[in-house]
Structures are given as C-alpha cells and as structure tokens.
C-alpha cells in the first residue's frame, strides 16, 4: 500500500474517531439533565419539588437556632393591639422595666449585658433589624442572657409611610429576630415614639404590644446630659411600674454604660426590682384580675346583697 493512501486513510480513520466524540459530547450538551449529571448538580424538576427543597433549607436553618429558654415573652390578651406607657400597679409594689433601644451593637450593648449580668437584671431590648443583620451574635447573646426582645422596625424610619412599607418595616424585623435567635417577639416600640405614620396602626392589626415609656434618662437627646444627669433624671421621676428608655445603639452611648450601674444602685437603694416588659405586664393583668373578682360588676337589676 502507497505511503499516500495511508495517509487518506488514517484521515479517514481520526475524521470518524472526532465526528463520533463531537456527536457523544452535542447530546450531552443538548440533554442537560446528563451535563448536569456529569457535574453532579442536581435541581428539582418542578416547581413542587423547589418549593419541597426550600422547606428542607429552612427545616435545617431552623434546628441551627437554639432558643432562649428563660424568657417570659407572651403577653396577656388584654395588652394585645394596645398602647401602653407604663405599668399600673399598687404604690407598694416596686417594681420597674429597663428597657434600651437600637441596638444591637458590638460594643456598648456587650458592656451593658455585662453589668445587668453582675446585678442579676433582665431587661427589655427593642431591637432594629438591620443591626440584628449586622451583628447577630450580640443579639444571640441578648437572647442567651434570658433578657426580652422587641421589634424596633427595620431602618428605624420617623416618615409617614403606606401599609406596604409598615408591614415590611415590621415583619422583616420579627423574622430576622426569630432566625437570629430563635424568639418570636409581640412587642412593638415605634422609633421617635410617632404613633401617626402608619408603623403603629399596623403593629396594633398584627396584635402587638406598643411600648412606650413612662420615663426616660435622656441618653438619646441631642444634647445628651452628662452621666450624673443621666442618673439623676431616672432616679427622680422612678415608680412602681415604671418603663425606663434607655439607648444601647443609635449612637456612641458610653454615656449609658457609665451611668448604667449607678442607676441600677439607686433604684435598688429605694427598694425597686427588676423586671422585663412581659413580666410587668402580667404583674398588672394579675392585679387587674383580682381587682375584678373582689369588686364584681353591679348591674342596674342587681344589688351586691343578693
């Protein structure tokens, strides 16, 4: 055989060996299941089967999440989709609810969990999402602590806003806070305390708790006093059922952690206790309960001697 003719034929032999390759290979390209196989990626093949995956994510996400286990965050019915400023009890029941807003942050939240910890204290956190999504092991922590968290919104927005908006101001915090640390809260604190534009009416439809204050140490002013100020404004105006607005983020607040322990000194010194909002609120609910079953309601065919 001539040197040409086996050339044409080895040709002839590689052009086959190349058409077939490129054949096995275009089928493999063409039928993506099989490149998606040769890659080890596997998808669901229908929207059910997505939707069936997602669950499983979020399942797993959620076993991730070990819950606080020392809190008291239900609320009685009666305070649900109301505002309050503080809570109403008897003059010799000395009890008052620190709470602080804005946080979480890594510094200032983290001195104030240290010394509510040497005091023995459980306070009230009202928490805006975007620093929960900042920072959440300080907001894990707030949780291991045993202390109360509270919705504070997302952006800490003052602006009137539509439903749309208020919902997701509200509802975006709620589910970063249970993620982060595995709370479901029912408190609600509106930023600035606006009650007209538009955050508060949805948060009362959702059944939230609105938290105000009854007093505050003016940590978050302009201005902000000096600490022995800061003491002074809370220790002056302090009674039985007091909430107390305090500030753990939102701004350098080393002024609070100064005053913090001395603030806590005082109001032991005039016989306070501690409590957190869920707490104070069940205090009065109870106090409420045996008001009404020791003076029941008399109706104009009734008399109490009956």
Known sequence: M??????????????????????????????TSGFE??????????????????????ASAQ???????????????????TIVYQGKLKANEKVIALTFDDGPGPKNTAQILEILKKNDIKATFF???????YF?????????????????????WYRRMDVAT?????DRTAEIIYKTTGEKTTLFRPPGGFLNNGLVEYAKNEKYAVMMWSEESGDAERRSPQVPMLIKNVLKYAKPGAIVLMHDGG????????ALPEMIAGLKTQGYRFVTIPQLLEM???????????????????????
């Open 284 to 306: 009065q609910a109870q106090e409420q309960h045996l008001a009404e079953v020791a003076s029941p309601v008399v109706t104009k065919d009734e008399h109490p001697n009956n």
């Open 127 to 133: 928490m805006i999402g975007e620093m929960v999504k």
């Open 251 to 258: 701004g350098n607040r080393s002024k609070s952690v100064k």
């Open 2 to 31: 001539s040197t040409r003719k086996l050339s044409w034929l080895s040709k002839l032999i590689i052009i086959t060996l190349v058409t077939g390759t490129s054949s096995l290979g275009i089928s493999l390209l063409l039928t």
């Open 166 to 170: 208020a919902a997701s101001e509200i």
């Open 136 to 156: 959440p092991q300080v907001a894990k922590q707030v949780a291991a602590d045993g202390h109360v968290i509270g919705n504070h919104t997302w952006h800490h």
């Open 37 to 58: 196989h040769l890659l080890g990626i596997v998808k669901p093949k229908s929207e059910s089967a997505k939707a069936n995956q997602n669950k499983l994510m979020s």
């Open 63 to 81: 076993q991730n999440i070990s819950p606080a286990t020392d809190q008291m965050n239900e609320i009685p019915k009666p305070f649900q989709g």
